[in-house]
């Protein structure tokens, strides 16, 4: 409904009416959550047979050392050479880890923090500046918070962040990163354009230890074979020059299992360098065991792509719910907007401004657990707010439908409360 | 052979014996290596069942979540019950992680030096010192010296550190903490006496965030049934009205697979919340099905101290075998000494003075690695120049009886290459 054409008169009987729709929805007791990005567990069930690679006839592939025991820090061959096939860049660029990519990112703005990037000040000793593209990933906005970091937030469409104003900003040698999920990102599900990737490869930044933090979560997460790619950032910084520009995260968390999968850090060979430097004091060696298991289950990009096109399968018709159900209210509606993504796990909500908040009270009043509104931004801050992140992926069909139900309904509850309240 | 005793000329003709025997061992062109903890594969075949605990049979445990998915955390419930019962205190003091106790350790102090201890001034903003016993695990020196943080050398023996020193050192407000391996201790292999625990627990510090990390590596890894216990220092600290004073540190590493095991950190109440609050920093989750496997295999304290017996009944005899072959040779030897533990991984053993670096030299260049002399102090300094740790588990024992003559030959070389050259 196009609210702002309605009278006085009408808002206040629309929202009489969309009460005692909420209110027949809270009688209901609803208890449903589409705030955290997890797989389903049906989605689980796709990598059970990960579980049966490895059994107490283990025997180490021919010519490798054990990998029961310790050893291998950056990782199994076999594993580096998968992540370097499906991330397309070469294998001693890549280091596998533990379960984590978020604890990598974490580890190497600690390092940069700790003891400096490449022989420059530690971030403990000098002020340090981000840029994060809004809305953006909550947990990124968390590690940054905590290392004191002031964050910066640019606006972003799904296509990247306003590169004229990064490209600014930048030359200020405080600003010492970029922190980002170019591919289906968390939450808007955007593609960096190619015209993006190459000009955060080029652009000329002020300090020597300027990273660009390229979260890749969903990499490979999509919908539909076709669609689009992301350009390789490593291609284009090494023909700019700025190889040891970018720090990749990857893992399989939304691959194979959540918490129990591999995560990897690609970096070029002086960042590299360092981090297995780094590392070495950290730990003496990560899961082999899990690699290796996951290595026989996923096998090679032909295998994890057939993989991902099942888990679209369960994916696509919980977007599409959550699509219809936002189409078939708010199309007409000027105040609501909303993004529609071709992979990931995300949808990014724009609703009426100064009742993002609300939206998510109202919803959890009736049952419905939403991401706290403001999260996709730095400090939990969203000036106008109006933006919430939406995860439809890991709720029943039947549930999400109840679930869109409430929230269709809670949007429009704030929108016509506003309107009846306001001079 | 009691080389003090011999005149000039016998010393110059025994030299020249063992020359001749050093040089025959050099033409064997052995490659051994003594250097590292590392469990032997037939140890590490006891563990292959942990493999089939789980499958593609898969079930959540009743009443719980998903472990395949986010969530859980500080570990599963199980796992931190299991943990609890093996190292006597409550599932709440004990946070179940990854794979590494070495990694829990290196965030507990990198925590303290980026955030601060409870409020206490971060460690990157003040002198921090810290007490190693010594001799030491290398890999808590490369930590330490990693952050900045002056190590202060403690002589210690099989029964804990000097503790009029420790009592009197930990007056300085300076100093943060001590760092020791408390049981089958890395590398002497001693059991710190109750009386040590005790005064541990209840000495008078001068640093509100001064903390005892007590790296309890070992904690079940006895050769014999009637082993030595330690005694519990949360019960000594909590007696002492300072429960917050540990940190506690232990893993299935040598229990299970090095580097594929799980890892504990224990601590109060106070300690647990802020590591928690930390700890959801840096990730979601840790590996949780890796987790649950675990507690199918290692069931509970009973299953796991069969299993110990097994890996003690393979450990033993490579012990026996190191000990022979020094006694057979030093027993009245006034130069060398060593430590002879009932359980862990290794022996401390004490060369001549000043001969530590040429006795690694000369066993490196007739084939066998051992630690680097040093290691076992902080900065790699031992300044008599004397200490070696040994580490006989994970060589086959008919190598391991070649590698015994080996060091046997160097120890003695050493000695009688510095007594013929001396005036």
Known sequence: MNYSTLSKEEQNLAFAEIKKKYQALQREKLSLDISRGKPSSEQL???????????????????????????????????????????????????????????????????????????????????????CPVPGYDRHFTILDKFGIEMIAIPSSPIGPDMDLVEQLVQDPEVKGIICVPRFGNPDGGIYSDETVERLANMKVGASDFRIYWDNAYF?????????????????????????????????????????????????????????????????????????????????????????????????????????????????????DWTIPKGGYFVSLNVMQGTAKRVVELCKNAGLILTPAGATYPLGIDDLDRNIRLAPSCTVQEELQIACNVLVCAIEYAILEKLTTEE
Chains 1, 2 share one sequence.
Request: glycine content about 6%.
């Open 220 to 336: 490979i997460h999509e919908f539909y074979p076709d669609s689009p790619k992301l350009k390789n950032i490593f291609d284009a910084c090494k023909t700019a020059g700025n190889i040891d520009r970018v720090i990749e995260f990857a893992s399989t968390s939304k691959i194979t299992f959540p918490g129990a999968g591999v995560a990897v850090i690609v970096m070029g060979e002086n960042n590299m360098k360092e981090f297995k430097k780094n590392a070495f004091v950290r730990t003496i060696s990560y899961n082999k065991l899990n690699q290796y298991a996951h290595v026989l289950f996923l096998k090679d990009s032909e295998t994890v792509k057939s993989i991902m096109a099942k888990h679209a399968e369960m994916l696509k018709p919980r977007f599409d719910t959550l699509e219809k159900a936002l189409e078939e209210s708010f199309s007409d509606c000027d105040y609501v």
């Open 45 to 131: 069930d796709l990598s059970l047979p990960l579980l049966d690679m490895l059994s107490s006839n283990y025997k180490n592939p021919k010519g490798a050392g054990d990998y029961r025991n310790y050893g291998y820090l950056d990782g199994i061959p076999e594993a580096k050479a998968l992540f370097a096939e499906l991330l397309e860049v070469s294998s001693d660029m890549v280091f596998v880890a533990g379960n984590s990519s978020l604890h990598l990112i974490y580890d190497v703005i600690s390092d940069a923090y700790c003891f400096g990037i490449q022989g420059n000040v530690p971030w403990s000793k000098t002020k340090v500046k981000f840029l």
